[in-house]
């Protein structure tokens, strides 16, 4: 059976992120299948994929392993805190 494999520009993250460091804005969200993304631009980080942009991130890190991603990533802008 294959891997969904795809390429986005957008992060949506369903609410399923979490943050790395208390003092720091990195964040790790994990997605099933594959996916890329840019990696020296800043990207929409959304909540839902019909939902408002919250804020924009830099990818630092993804790895794909187990037919999953595994993404970090540093928000540099926040919208809103809701």
């Known amino acids: ?5 795809s390429m986005a520009w957008v992060l949506i993250t369903e ?6 460091d208390p003092d720091d804005n990195l964040f790790e969200v ?6 890329l993304f840019p990696m ?4 929409e ?3 839902h994929r019909k939902s408002d ?3 924009t991130a830099d990818i630092e890190q ?3 392993k187990d ?3 595994i993404c970090h990533y540093r928000l540099v802008s926040l919208y809103s805190v809701n």
Do not use: C, W
């Open 1 to 5: 059976m294959a891997t969904p494999f």
């Open 15 to 20: 609410g399923n992120e979490k943050r790395l």
């Open 30 to 35: 994990v997605f099933d299948g594959y996916q």
């Open 40 to 43: 020296n631009e800043h990207l």
């Open 45 to 47: 980080v959304r909540r």
């Open 53 to 55: 942009q919250i804020g």
């Open 62 to 64: 993804l790895s794909l």
């Open 67 to 69: 037919g999953k991603t």
